[in-house]
């Protein structure tokens, strides 16, 4: 753990980012835009702030094989939102004896709480802002989550990493320690970097497969590629990955399964299977509909028409949104034979976002354009 004192103003950099549309239709970043920028509204009188990164790096034999489709590593565990909540709590237990504190003089959070992590996490020399966006440790790499403590305690400060003498500002460019490197920023299939650590959210693979809920827009289904869960392409080519080493937390148990579900398996989920793969993990909040959606962009850009009849009978299904997408990927894996596999379906159709797929032009030049 590492401390920080709080600065009064942390969000240079935020209101540009939500000024840009990069949140997409996170409002909920908007709504509490003024409390990550400012601590003193999220807890008045707060004087210092501990950071916590949790390794979660499972060892590169975890990564699914075999053209499986891809889940972000760290959804490959049981849901750190609850594992981690705990241990914080147990911190939070030590803070109000060694430092005389009451319950109401902190708070704490991992991930969902209105702060900066990542700011507040390279303030406290946990790590950098890597040009990937992430926070990057020297001794860890990017896989780390992070969770912060919220104080009225004074705590003597940790340095921030420091390239000269000089330490990093709030809001600064980031890449502090990436020197002339701008690998993430190739790796990424859908440009969601218009700058070094900056993402636009709109683009980016990881917002669309999760926190989107409606339709993932036709220009970014290829380049999503066989990612159905989150996306990890600017993360696994950081060099400063080479130092992780696999975490030990019994916290984070691992669940190795879920990167070995092939995607016949996961076209086929009902309700019921879903929740009995999925209980216990982040990827239960994304709910059956969301998952499928997913999938069928997958299978879309799998190339295997061998999966077209689970695609067929998810044209059907009750949901517009994955109707919706089982529709784009029958007409991509389809060919010209795409309106005869969608016949039913299609007679049947009234909703006019999913009745739009039916007659979009497709890329390839053997698409039926329906
Ligand atoms: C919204 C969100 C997203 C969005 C937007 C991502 C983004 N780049 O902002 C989406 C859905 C796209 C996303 C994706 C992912 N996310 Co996310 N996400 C968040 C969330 C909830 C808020 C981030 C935010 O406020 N963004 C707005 C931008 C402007 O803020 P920022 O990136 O922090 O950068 C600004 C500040 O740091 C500030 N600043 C700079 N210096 C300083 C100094 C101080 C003192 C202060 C106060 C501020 C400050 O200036 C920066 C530039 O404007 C955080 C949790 C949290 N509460 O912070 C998790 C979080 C950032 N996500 C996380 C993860 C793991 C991911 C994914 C890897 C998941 C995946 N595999 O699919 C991807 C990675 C994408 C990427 N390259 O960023 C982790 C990152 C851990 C780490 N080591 O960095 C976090 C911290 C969650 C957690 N608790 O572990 N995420
Ligand atoms: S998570 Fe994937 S899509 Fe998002 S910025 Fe990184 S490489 Fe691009
Ligand atoms: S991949 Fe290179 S540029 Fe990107 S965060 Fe890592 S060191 Fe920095």
Redesign the pocket.
Known sequence: MRF?AV?K??????S???DAG???D?AW?ERTAEK??Q?ELVLPGARSMILL??NYWAGQESAATGGKPLW????RHAD?HDTIKPGLAAAGRVLEELCGLAPEDYRY???????????????SGL?F?GK??????KKHG??????SILTRAGIEPDEPLRKTTRP?????P?GLLCGKCTR?LDACPTG??PSP???D?RR????Q???NKGIIPAELRAGIGRHV????L??EVCPWNRFAQAGRSLLLSVRPDIAELTLRELLELTPGRFAEIFRGTAIKRLKLTGLLRNACVVAGNAGDASHLPELVQLAAHDSAIVRAHAVWAVRQLGGNGATDWLKAARAMETDAVVLAEYGKSLPHPGGDPG
């Open positions: 920080a600065e103003s942390g969000g240079a950099g935020l540009d980012w939500l990069h949140q997409a996170m970043l990550r920028a601590v990164g949790v972000a590593r760290y959804a750190y959070y991992v991930d969902t709480g209105p702060v900066l992590e990542r700011g507040w996490a390279a303030r790590g802002r990937n966006a992430m926070l990057v440790s990017n896989w780390l989550f992070l969770a990093p500002a709030a809001g600064e980031a993430c969601a970097f650590g900056v993402v959210s980016c693979i990881s917002y497969t999760i926190e869960y989150g996306c990890d600017c993360l």
